[in-house]
């Protein structure tokens, strides 16, 4: 049987995990903090951690997990931009889930819009308070509207398949594009020119940190509603404020944000909140915050749990393993 140290564990993140790990030989110990430089100490004696995407897995965090006998981090996500993969190179194994549920971002991406365009959030609150009054509901049709998806991986195909699903136009944005019926693959410039929802589906890189900022910002139509399931360093927030204090951005829905680390996936309501974007952006009736909870489903956790369970046995029997990510194979 061997031991694993599993950070920043939730208790829907125990349901799966618990369920299976007895088939791979697997024991868990599970802690509620967070791995990071203070917190890898706690790992000694476990061969591997499991990690999330709050977690900071950075220079000296790798050190210290290898100095306790680690060998290998395997991350329960998709997304690895918060590990030092050039310095784990040699050092540690990364590992990651490449694919668990593109269905399940995708609906909550377009859950966001539908709520914001027809202020399903208003209205609830509005109603709690026996208000009946629609003034200030108006939404519009999606249908015939021009829907530009920027990165077109799995969960970008899935929302695209949402998107034409309500009779919307379909542009896409994408280095490496997939041509299929319905779809029209175009500049980043002519997608923000064209578009009335941006909805953001890629990962985080260098050469996408930003990639919403006030230039793109400033060629998008007035009126434009955007949305980000993703990684929030995709969007300038401060710039994304000055476009919806404008009007140029119609509203927001984000499931992610760039300084979420601090906030997310706790319980900091009876902290005073000293991020003063963040409180903006909870501030503005046309902004849906939520907490990147895109991936939350049972069949994504179970997904999550079952990969991420694999990828730890093919480490310990030393097989081949598909979804290990190195400084040298990924997108950095």
Known sequence: METVAFFDAKPYDKLWFDQLKQQHGIELKYYENRLN??????AGGARAVVAFVADKIDAPTIDMLVNVGVEAVALRSSGYN?????????KL?????????PNAVAEHAMALLLCLNRKIHRAYNRVREYNFNLKGLVGFDLKGKTAGVVGAGKIGQAFIDICLGFGMKVLAYDPEPI???GVEYVSLHDLCRQSNIISLHCPLTKDSH???GRDTLRMMSEGVVILNTSRGALIDSEALLDAIKTGRVAAAGLDVYEEESDFFYEDVSGD???DDKLKLLLATPNVLVTSHQGFLTEEALREIAKTTLQNLSDHFAGRPAENEVSYMTASV
């Open 272 to 274: 005073v909140i000293q």
């Open 210 to 212: 930003h990639i919403i």
């Open 82 to 90: 918060h590990v030092d993969l050039k310095y784990a190179d040699g």
């Open 179 to 181: 041509r299929r019926v």
């Open 93 to 101: 194994r990364i590992f990651r889930v490449p694919a668990y549920s």
């Open 37 to 42: 430089r203070d917190t890898a100490v706690m």
